[in-house]
């Protein structure tokens, strides 16, 4: 249980993180969403290149960029701000 509030927070600051670089506005729900999809896709493309992270702010990095790139693609694919 603990695990998984740890794992929203997680995703709620990677998302909160990415919104801010990405210069976008959303709520906390969608940041979660943000921040866990992105953790999800950005540990995908750092395996394809050979880098796996490890620690706290190695995952935190993995997961803003992936969110960073989530948020990109769904502008491009819908038009958002």
Do not use: E, P, Q
């Not at 959303?26 to 880098?51: A, H």
């Amino acid at each position: 249980m603990i695990s998984f509030l740890l794992s929203i927070l997680y995703g709620a600051l990677a998302g909160w993180i990415s919104s801010r670089i990405m210069k976008t506005t959303s709520g906390t729900l969608r940041n979660i969403i943000t921040g866990i999809v992105g953790g999800m896709i950005g540990s995908f493309i750092f395996s394809l290149i050979g880098f796996y992270a490890h620690g706290f702010l190695a995952n935190l990095i993995v997961s803003v960029v992936g969110a960073c790139i989530f948020i990109y693609v769904g502008k491009k694919l819908f038009g958002g701000r």
